[in-house]
C-alpha cells in the first residue's frame, strides 16, 4: 500500500542505523550528542511519497548496497547534505568496498535550515548501517539512502529513528545487523 505525502520531521531519504563506539577507535557518543544531531535535523523541509518497508529484511532487499560505517566527514553541495563514511562492513553489496569510503547525498531545503546548523550537530565518528540506492552520474554523490532509516543509539537501550518510522522495530543496532546479515 502506498502511503501519502508525508512532511518528513527530520532527515531526508536517510536510512541506517547509528550506533557509536565504545573502546573500538571510534569517537564514541552519549545520549545528548544524539539528541542534538537529531535536533539539528528535526525539520529539512522534505515531503515524502513512498512505499513503506515490511520488514529489515525487506529494507535491505530494496537496497542496492548497505555497509556499517564511521562518519567521517558532512559537507553541503547543490541543497543536499553529503555524508561520507568510512566503511567497516558490507552487510549487502560488494565485499570488496570494505575499509573504502562510502558517500552518499540527502536533500534538504536551505529555507528552512541552514546548513551551519545542521553541520553543529554532526559528530564524527558516529556508527551506522546506511541501506543505500545508486544514483544518475553527475550526482553530487553516487548513493542516496532509503527513506525509512537513520536509526540512531548511543546509550539507550532502543534505537531512535530518524526520517519516517517504519512499522516494524528493533531493539538494538545489533538486532538490525543480526536480522539483515546475509
Not at 512499522?167 to 538494538?172: K, L
Request: charged content about 25%.
Amino acid at each position: 500500500m502506498r502511503t501519502g505525502t508525508l512532511l518528513v520531521a527530520l532527515t531526508t531519504a536517510f536510512v541506517g542505523l547509528v550506533g557509536c563506539s565504545d573502546g573500538d577507535g571510534g569517537a564514541g557518543c552519549a545520549d545528548q550528542d544524539l539528541d542534538r544531531f537529531m535536533s539539528e535535523i528535526d525539520n529539512l523541509g522534505i515531503t515524502y511519497d513512498y512505499d513503506p518497508s515490511e520488514s529489515p529484511v525487506h529494507l535491505r532487499d530494496m537496497a542496492d548496497v548497505v555497509v556499517e560505517g564511521e562518519l567521517v566527514r558532512l559537507t553541503e553541495s547543490a541543497e543536499e547534505l553529503v555524508f561520507a563514511v568510512d566503511v567497516a562492513e558490507v552487510l549487502k553489496g560488494d565485499p570488496n568496498a570494505k575499509s573504502d569510503e562510502i558517500q552518499f547525498a540527502l536533500g534538504f531545503n536551505p529555507a528552512e535550515p541552514d546548513f551551519r546548523d545542521i553541520a553543529t550537530g554532526f559528530r564524527v565518528g558516529l556508527r551506522g548501517v546506511f541501506f543505500l540506492v545508486s544514483r544518475p552520474p553527475g550526482q553530487p554523490a553516487p548513493w542516496s539512502p532509503l527513506v525509512e532509516g537513520l536509526w540512531f543509539a548511543c546509550e539507550r537501550p532502543t534505537p531512535q529513528v530518524a526520517v519516517l518510522e517504519p512499522a516494524w522495530e528493533v531493539a538494538s543496532l545489533e538486532e538490525l545487523i543480526d536480522a539483515i546479515s546475509e
